[in-house]
């Protein structure tokens, strides 16, 4: 690879020292390193990446990786993760070996992981992506909502609960394990359905195939109560349903691709991440 472009994220590395000290690592080897153009809000200023970049590197944490997928949409770059964050999932290099990881990217072939991504649809035509999770959550009073779940047509289940998280196998380590839910090795194909504080004694999770398609209902509250609930793709600024509406979940036609360069396996990460024996 000869080309890099450089996402930083700004909380994590506030006067690029970092950052400039791997874009100058990269042009001493006699590659060409591109930062990344942010606007006030720190999202990457559409139509700036160049066509020529063969890869994004990722400074950041795993939610600064997610907003950079989000950001470069149908660029589809290959992703190293460089971590500067805490736990890290999907940032495969620890900031102390990233001269020895921009080594491998100079003089070989990465493999990269593919990882599936959901797609949720909503009011007819809105559409939106999700590479961890698509969560639904009751908005306002503390009283639970009564959520539909149809798969393939069919009611699945009714659920009294605070929520709904439809997560990928990438986004099973996030809320979906907090709130109860099963760790799924990430390169799997399924989605998992996990209530969240859910009114009932039977509160498992539900896994599905990655060809099924879900769809949430927003039910009607107690003495024909509208709920308002919100919808959040990744953990972004929520879209706010009402009773009676509705969202598609199915797997998106759109991957992930990360880059691994270690041959550690995801349980020996996990077993390391959450500081297991």
Do not use: W
């Not at 600024?237 to 880059?259: F, M, N």
Request: include cysteine.
């Amino acid at each position: 690879m000869d080309c890099f472009y450089i996402i930083t994220n700004r909380l994590k590395d506030k006067d690029y020292a970092i950052t400039e000290e791997i874009r100058r690592y990269i042009e001493k080897n006699g590659r060409r390193a591109i930062l990344s153009e942010k606007d006030e809000e720190g999202h990457i200023v559409p139509g700036t990446v160049p066509g020529e970049v063969q890869c994004a590197l990722v400074l950041g944490g795993d939610g600064t990786l997610i907003r950079a997928v989000r950001d470069l949409g149908d660029r589809n770059l290959p992703l190293l993760g460089i971590n500067l964050g805490t736990l890290g999932y999907l940032t495969d290099v620890e900031l102390k070996d990233c001269p020895k990881a921009l080594d491998r990217l100079f003089t070989g072939t990465p493999e990269i992981e593919e990882r599936m991504m959901l797609e949720g649809t909503f009011r007819g035509e809105k559409r939106d992506l999700a590479l961890n999770d698509i969560v639904l959550t009751r908005e306002g009073k503390m009283r639970i909502v009564q959520f539909n779940i149809y798969v393939n047509g069919t009611l699945l289940n009714t659920y009294l609960a605070d929520g709904v998280i439809i997560s990928t196998p990438t986004g099973s380590t996030g809320y979906n394990l907090s709130a109860g839910g099963p760790v799924v090795e990430p390169t799997a194909k399924i989605i998992v359905i996990t209530p969240i504080c859910s009114h009932a004694l039977n509160t498992s999770s539900v896994v599905l195939s990655a060809e099924d398609i879900i769809e949430i209902e927003i039910c009607e509250g107690r003495y024909g109560r509208q709920e308002e609930v919100s919808l959040c793709f990744d953990g972004v600024e929520p879209t706010k349903l009402v009773t009676g509406e509705r969202v598609r979940i199915c797997r998106a036609k759109e991957t992930v691709r990360l880059i691994k360069l270690h041959k550690e396996s995801f349980l020996t990460t996990m077993r390391k991440k959450m500081k297991g024996n």
